[in-house]
């Protein structure tokens, strides 16, 4: 009389793994065959049939079966519309079919949240907070301020000179993310230009008349695709028609004076282009390998996460049914946290060849060690869940719940939540976002809140291991007492 003893979850992935080893390879199964079979004259390559119309009656003896028994199925014997492999066929065909349709809920639910995320962002550029200083007292500041603060692409708004007195501090503003960017109108744009026309100093420079300050690295594809070519499109046209008004003003005036136009002639710089901007990037983008590390390497590492889960789970399996509980749990938590260590800082070792520079905000040791430490709390937030849903769905399943994990984190990193529906907003918590704060102060030198992102991540990683260690224990009770169950029922066989 044969017994199982399911200890823990990981009993049932161990049969299932062991008949998919009889099944892979025939060599074990005939021996098994041989072994069950003993005495009754099977033979080695028979298998029993399932039970169906080819495998009912007891009393019907297959094509070399057992007398009295089951018939038997011959390996590498049928084909695949062959009658006697029917019940197999139904079972093939109701896992395919069940995978299928799985498959396309799991796409119908994630993908559109992903789609959803780039949907509208062109419609959201009005978030895009962008800082009007206008430092001139005269005609040309106050209408290229005015006229800004007309234009809706971008969100405007007026900020008071004596709240950042210096360039300087307009510029820690930026970095530090107090806007995505700020319009400053230098001081005496109008008297100075007033002056070179009159003095007739052709060293005039128009560029020089306003000032735009942005920051690349914090969100390159919004800075590029949004911020940058609105502010260019509707700057441009503002100071082309200051200009223009200006020196028709200068001209009306100044009509009959022929020094004054002898002058202007000398000149030229002050009637073309009088009136310019001049664009200021304070943290480029001069990095492209950079975005293999701050999304497309973001997924790559739930990935190779994911594949230390199933591996866990794998090895799990063999030696999980004879552990104590309190072993199973050191196990479950102890292994993955190891692991991450060696693929984390290799992981990280993977930028060097390629000239990634880790010394923009720290030394370029330090910078490259934080990348590695980032790298491990990143692996043990995304891993950790995988660990955690593996106990509840099983190795099966847990490709459906890959798929939503990397759409929730992709959705909210690929652009800032400015240009986003309010519902990605909890992108701020989940460890993607996070690993490219990160990651982008190390290598542009941008707003750095690396503690609070790293305390983030710690939260993941110390969530999951609470998680895993309930639902492990939650689960080898239930096989306990399952296990329990069947011992006593066998005992009360073996008495009768």
Same mark, same amino acid.
């Given at each position: 009389?044969?017994?199982?003893?399911?200890?823990?979850?990981?009993?049932?992935?161990?049969?299932?793994?062991?008949?998919?080893?009889?099944?892979?390879?025939?060599?074990?199964?005939?021996?098994?065959?041989?072994?069950?079979?003993?005495?009754?004259?099977?033979?080695?390559?028979?298998?029993?049939?399932?039970?169906?119309?080819?495998?009912?009656?007891? *009393?019907?003896?297959?094509?070399?079966?057992?007398?009295?028994?089951?018939?038997?199925?011959?390996?590498?014997?049928?084909?695949?519309?062959?009658?006697?492999?029917?019940?197999?066929?139904?079972?093939? &065909?109701?896992?395919?079919?069940?995978?299928?349709?799985?498959?396309?809920?799991?796409?119908?639910?994630?993908?559109?949240?992903?789609?959803?995320?780039?949907?509208?962002?062109?419609?959201?550029?009005?978030? /895009?907070?962008?800082?009007?200083?206008?430092?001139?007292?005269?005609?040309?500041?106050?209408?290229?301020?005015?006229?800004?603060? =007309?234009? $809706?692409?971008?969100?405007?708004?007026?900020?008071?000179?004596?709240?950042?007195?210096?360039?300087?501090?307009?510029?820690?503003?930026?970095?530090?993310?107090?806007?995505?960017?700020? !319009?400053?109108?230098?001081?005496?744009?109008?008297?100075?230009?007033?002056?070179?026309?009159?003095?007739?100093?052709?060293?005039? =420079?128009?560029?020089?008349?306003?000032?735009?300050?942005?920051?690349?690295?914090?969100?390159? $594809?919004?800075?590029?695709?949004?911020?940058?070519?609105?502010?260019?499109?509707?700057?441009?046209?503002?100071?082309?028609?200051?200009?223009?008004?200006?020196?028709?003003?200068?001209?009306?005036?100044?009509?009959?004076?022929?020094?004054?136009?002898?002058?202007?002639?000398?000149?030229?710089?002050?009637?073309?282009?009088?009136?310019?901007? $001049?664009?200021?990037?304070?943290?480029?983008? $001069?990095?492209?390998?950079?975005?293999?590390?701050?999304?497309? *390497?973001?997924?790559?590492?739930?990935?190779?996460?994911?594949?230390?889960?199933?591996?866990?789970?794998?090895?799990?399996?063999?030696?999980?049914?004879? /552990?104590?509980?309190?072993?199973?749990?050191?196990?479950?938590?102890?292994?993955?946290?190891?692991?991450? /260590?060696?693929?984390?800082? /290799?992981?990280?070792?993977?930028?060097?060849? &390629?000239?990634?520079?880790?010394?923009?905000?720290?030394?370029?040791?330090?910078?490259?060690?934080?990348?590695?430490?980032?790298?491990?709390?990143?692996?043990?937030?995304?891993?950790?869940?995988?660990?955690?849903?593996?106990?509840?769905?099983?190795?099966?399943?847990?490709?459906?719940?890959?798929?939503?994990?990397?759409?929730?984190?992709?959705?909210?990193?690929?652009?800032?939540?400015?240009?986003?529906?309010?519902?990605?907003?909890?992108?701020?918590?989940?460890? &993607?976002?996070?690993?490219?704060?990160?990651?982008?102060?190390? !290598?542009?030198?941008?707003?750095?809140?690396?503690?609070? =992102?790293?305390?983030?991540?710690?939260?993941?990683?110390?969530?999951?291991?609470?998680?895993?260690? &309930?639902?492990?224990?939650?689960?080898?009770?239930?096989?306990?007492?399952?296990?329990?169950?069947?011992?006593?029922?066998?005992?009360?066989?073996?008495?009768?």
């Amino acid at each position: 009389m044969s017994s199982r003893s399911p200890s823990n979850t990981s009993t049932h992935h161990s049969t299932t793994a062991f008949n998919q080893d009889t099944t892979t390879h025939p060599d074990k199964s005939d021996e098994r065959d041989k072994m069950a079979s003993a005495g009754e004259g099977s033979q080695p390559d028979a298998a029993p049939a399932p039970a169906g119309p080819q495998g009912a009656g007891a *009393g019907a003896a297959g094509p070399g079966g057992p007398p009295g028994g089951k018939p038997q199925l011959k390996k590498f014997s049928y084909g695949f519309w062959s009658p006697e492999l029917a019940m197999l066929r139904s079972i093939i &065909f109701k896992i395919l079919g069940g995978g299928t349709v799985i498959t396309i809920l799991v796409m119908w639910i994630c993908l559109p949240f992903y789609w959803g995320s780039l949907w509208k962002s062109n419609r959201y550029t009005n978030k /895009l907070t962008v800082r009007v200083i206008n430092r001139d007292s005269g005609s040309i500041g106050s209408f290229v301020s005015s006229a800004l603060l =007309n234009q $809706t692409n971008l969100k405007y708004f007026y900020t008071s000179v004596t709240e950042f007195p210096t360039d300087a501090e307009v510029e820690h503003d930026i970095v530090e993310e107090g806007a995505w960017a700020a !319009i400053v109108v230098q001081p005496g744009v109008t008297a100075n230009l007033l002056t070179a026309r009159q003095t007739g100093n052709s060293s005039w =420079n128009g560029t020089s008349a306003v000032h735009v300050y942005y920051n690349q690295g914090r969100q390159e $594809t919004a800075v590029n695709s949004y911020l940058v070519p609105y502010i260019q499109a509707e700057l441009g046209a503002i100071v082309g028609q200051a200009s223009a008004q200006s020196i028709g003003q200068y001209i009306s005036s100044n009509s009959g004076n022929t020094t004054a136009m002898n002058l202007l002639a000398q000149a030229p710089t002050t009637v073309t282009n009088s009136v310019y901007f $001049t664009m200021v990037n304070l943290r480029p983008y $001069t990095q492209p390998v950079a975005q293999a590390i701050t999304l497309v *390497g973001l997924i790559y590492m739930l990935i190779f996460s994911f594949i230390i889960t199933m591996n866990n789970n794998a090895a799990r399996e063999i030696i999980g049914p004879y /552990l104590r509980t309190k072993d199973l749990i050191i196990m479950r938590l102890a292994i993955p946290m190891i692991l991450y /260590l060696p693929i984390s800082f /290799l992981f990280a070792m993977i930028s060097l060849p &390629f000239k990634v520079d880790f010394g923009a905000h720290y030394t370029y040791a330090g910078g490259f060690f934080l990348w590695a430490f980032t790298l491990y709390l990143g692996m043990s937030a995304v891993g950790l869940a995988t660990e955690f849903a593996i106990t509840i769905l099983g190795p099966k399943f847990m490709g459906f719940f890959l798929i939503p994990l990397i759409i929730a984190n992709v959705s909210v990193a690929s652009l800032p939540h400015e240009l986003q529906p309010w519902i990605y907003r909890y992108g701020v918590a989940m460890p &993607f976002y996070n690993v490219g704060r990160v990651v982008r102060t190390i !290598i542009f030198n941008t707003k750095n809140t690396i503690a609070l =992102n790293i305390g983030i991540l710690l939260a993941w990683t110390v969530f999951s291991l609470i998680t895993i260690t &309930f639902a492990t224990w939650l689960f080898r009770r239930f096989a306990i007492n399952a296990h329990r169950k069947e011992m006593g029922e066998n005992e009360i066989d073996e008495k009768a």
